[in-house]
C-alpha cells in the first residue's frame, strides 16, 4: 500500500516505511512486517472501484488544490501577531467573571491557588499542541494533527469539536456581550427600560446580533485590517486587567487573605475552583488554526503558545490575589468582582473604567472566532471533505459568521455551555492522542489500542470519581498501568513513525516526558468532563453521531482516504516554512 495520491507540488523526499519498501522491490511479507501507520485500513491492489477513485481524486485535486491555495492569505503573522491571539482568544471571562465566582464559593482568598493548579493542567495539553503545530504548521489546528496521526474518520469528528469551540462559543460571546451591554447600560448610564427592553424583544439579543454582523463585516474587510483590530483591543484589554489588578493592590488589605484556605470550603473548595477555572484557559489553541499564515512557524508558533499560557496564568494570578486582597471573599460579588469590590472601596470612576472596559474589549474574542472559523473549513476543504466553495476565506468568512449572527441572536446558550466545553476538551484529547501516536512506535497496531483502552478506562474513572464519589479512585491504578505499559512496550521512534527525520534543518520543540504528560493531560481533561451535566454530555454524543453521519454521507465519498487511513506532510518549504504534503495514504 502506501500509494501515492498527488504530489504535484514537491517531489516527495519522504515516505512511509511501506512505501520505501517497495520502491526496493521487497518482497510483499516484508513488506507487512516493517509497515507502521495509525488505525490503517489495507485494499487490494486489484480494487478496481478504489482504483477509479483514486483516478477521479487525482484529476480533480489538480484543480481543486490550486484553487484553494491561492486563498490562503501569504505568512504574515509575525509571533506578536500570534500572541495576540492566543492572549485575545483567552482572556475574557476568566478575568472578569469566574474569579468573583471562585473566591466567593469556591476557594476565598486561595483563588490564586486554583489559578496555578488549572494553569499546570492547561499546559499539559499545550506542550502537545506546541510540539504538533511547530512539527505540522498547516492551517486546521487539532483536526490537521488528528488527520496525520489518527486518519480522516477522527479528524472529521476533530473538525465537528472545534466548530464548538469556535463558532458555538464566539456566539455565546456575543450574547453575553449583548447582555453586558444592557446592564451597563441600565446600572452606569440609567437608561429607561422601556429602551433597554427594544434591545431584547421577546428574548432576542439585537446587540449581540449587532457585534457579530459588525465583526463579520470586520474579517469580510480584509486580512490586515482585522489582524490590526485584534491586537489593538487584545493589549487595550491586558492593559485593563493590569489597571484593575494595580488599583486592587493599591486597595490591599492583608486581613482579607486571612484564613488563607476557609474552613468552609477546605481543599476541596480549592481543587472545585481550579476545575472552573480551568475553562478560563480555552482558547489559548486559537493560535494553531492560523499556523498556515504564522511566519517561521517552526518557532513563533511553540513560542507563542508557551508564551500564550505563562502570561495569562500570570495575569489570572495577579488578579486574583488583587481581588480577594481589596475585599472580603465573602463580600465578592460573583457576577461582576472587580467593579464592585471598587465600588465597595468608593472608588467609582474606577469601578466604571473597569465595567466599561470590559464592554468594550470582550467583542475581540468574537472577532478571533470569526478569524479562526473559516481557516478550519478551509482545511477540510482542502481535503475534500466538505465542498470546495469553503475553501475560499471570504466564502467561509460569510458562511460562520452568518450561523454565528443567528445562533448569538436567537439561542440562549445557559443550557448549552456544558455541551460546548465537552467538546473543546474532546478536541484537546484528540490532539494529545494524536502526539503520542506520532511519537511512539506501534507493533502490530499495539499503541493504537492500549490508547483506546486508556481512554475508555479514564473516562470511566472519571466518571465513578465524579458521580460515585471516593469509590471512584478503585479504578485509578488502571489507567496508570496503560500509560505504564504504552511507555514500556511502546518505545519512542523519530516523529511519524518513519524511517528518517521528518523535520531535517532544525530542532524543534519537544514534550517531555511522552507518553505521560499527553496522558496525564488526557485524563485531566476526561476529570473535567466528568464534572459537567448529563445533560451536556449526551448533547455531545449525539453531536458526534452527526459528524460520523455526515462523514460517510459526503467526506468519505469524496476523497480516496477511507476512515481510518493517515496522511502524512512530507515536506516544510525551507524559504517560509510552508508545509507542503503529498497527500501519501499510509496503511
Not at 491555495?69 to 509575525?78: A, E, G, V
Not at 486561595?110 to 503545530?133: P, Q
Not at 498547516?138 to 483536526?143: D, E, L, V
Not at 490586515?224 to 493589549?235: C, I
Request: with cysteine; glycine share 8%.
Amino acid at each position: 500500500c502506501g500509494q501515492q495520491i498527488n504530489t504535484s507540488e514537491v517531489e516527495l523526499h519522504q515516505r512511509s516505511p511501506r512505501t520505501q519498501q517497495d520502491n526496493n522491490d521487497t518482497t510483499a511479507a516484508d513488506a507487512d512486517d516493517t509497515g507502521e501507520g495509525a488505525f490503517s485500513l489495507e485494499y487490494p491492489d486489484d480494487d478496481d472501484d478504489h482504483q477509479q477513485l483514486e483516478e477521479e481524486h487525482q484529476q480533480h485535486q489538480q484543480t481543486q488544490t490550486h484553487n484553494i491555495h491561492d486563498s490562503l492569505p501569504s505568512r504574515h503573522l509575525s509571533l506578536f501577531d500570534l500572541v495576540s491571539i492566543g492572549v485575545g482568544g483567552t482572556i475574557g471571562s476568566g478575568i472578569f467573571v469566574l474569579n468573583g465566582l471562585i473566591a466567593n464559593s469556591y476557594a476565598g482568598p486561595a483563588t490564586f491557588i486554583s489559578w496555578i493548579v488549572s494553569g499546570i493542567a492547561a499546559l499539559l495539553s499545550g506542550c502537545c499542541y506546541a510540539e504538533l503545530s511547530g512539527r505540522i504548521p498547516t492551517a486546521g489546528s487539532s483536526y490537521a494533527y488528528a488527520f496525520v496521526a489518527l486518519g480522516e474518520l477522527p479528524a472529521y469528528i476533530t473538525a465537528f469539536m472545534l466548530t464548538l469551540e469556535f463558532l458555538l462559543s464566539g456566539s455565546a460571546v456575543a450574547r453575553s456581550w449583548g447582555d453586558k451591554v444592557v446592564e451597563w447600560l441600565r446600572v452606569e448610564l440609567s437608561v429607561s427600560e422601556e429602551f433597554l427592553s427594544m434591545l431584547q424583544p421577546y428574548g432576542i439579543n439585537l446587540m449581540a446580533c449587532f457585534i457579530s454582523i459588525v465583526t463579520t463585516l470586520l474579517v469580510l474587510w480584509g486580512v490586515r485590517e482585522s489582524k490590526l483590530v485584534t491586537d489593538f483591543f487584545t493589549w487595550v484589554k491586558v492593559f485593563l486587567v493590569i489597571f484593575m489588578t494595580v488599583g486592587g493592590f493599591t486597595l490591599f488589605n492583608p486581613a482579607n487573605m486571612t484564613p488563607l484556605v476557609p474552613p468552609e470550603f477546605g481543599a476541596a473548595g480549592v481543587l472545585r475552583g481550579s476545575i472552573s477555572s480551568f475553562f478560563g484557559y480555552l482558547g489559548f489553541d486559537a493560535v494553531c488554526c492560523v499556523a498556515g499564515e504564522a511566519i517561521n512557524p517552526e518557532r513563533n508558533l511553540p513560542l507563542s503558545i508557551v508564551i500564550t499560557l505563562c502570561f495569562v496564568t500570570f495575569l489570572y494570578i495577579a488578579a486574583a490575589i488583587s481581588l480577594v486582597g481589596m475585599q472580603y471573599y465573602q463580600d465578592i460579588s460573583p457576577e461582576s468582582g472587580f467593579p464592585e469590590a471598587f465600588k465597595a472601596n468608593n472608588v467609582e470612576w474606577a469601578a466604571q473604567l473597569t465595567a466599561a472596559g470590559e464592554v468594550a474589549t470582550l467583542p475581540v474574542v468574537v472577532l478571533i472566532s470569526i478569524i479562526i472559523q473559516p481557516r478550519l473549513q478551509f482545511a477540510m476543504a482542502n481535503d475534500g471533505l466538505i465542498p470546495e466553495w469553503f475553501g475560499e476565506m471570504k466564502n467561509g468568512a460569510m458562511f460562520a459568521g452568518v450561523l454565528m449572527t443567528i445562533f448569538a441572536t436567537f439561542v440562549p446558550f445557559s443550557a448549552l455551555d456544558d455541551f460546548v466545553s465537552a467538546g473543546i476538551l474532546v478536541a484537546f484529547t484528540i490532539t494529545n492522542c494524536s502526539l503520542v501516536v506520532m511519537r511512539c512506535e506501534s507493533v502490530n497496531h499495539r499503541l493504537e489500542k492500549l490508547l483506546a483502552m486508556f481512554n475508555l478506562s479514564s473516562f470511566f474513572t472519571c466518571m465513578m470519581l465524579s458521580h460515585v464519589g471516593h469509590v471512584g479512585w478503585i479504578f485509578t491504578p488502571l489507567p496508570l498501568f496503560i500509560a505504564w505499559k504504552i511507555s514500556h512496550t511502546c518505545p519512542p521512534t523519530s516523529f511519524g513513525n518513519t524511517q528518517t527525520q521528518l523535520y531535517r534543518h532544525e530542532k524543534y520543540f519537544t514534550t517531555p516526558m511522552v507518553p505521560y504528560v499527553p496522558c496525564l493531560g488526557m485524563f485531566v481533561n476526561y476529570f473535567l468532563i466528568a464534572q459537567l451535566s448529563i445533560f451536556g454530555i449526551g448533547c455531545l454524543l449525539v453531536y458526534a453521531c452527526v459528524a460520523v453521519a455526515l462523514y460517510f454521507a459526503y467526506g468519505s465519498c469524496k476523497v480516496t482516504t477511507r476512515g481510518w487511513e493517515v496522511r502524512q506532510y512530507s515536506q516544510v518549504d525551507a524559504k517560509d516554512g510552508r508545509v507542503i504534503h503529498s497527500d501519501a495514504v499510509i496503511t
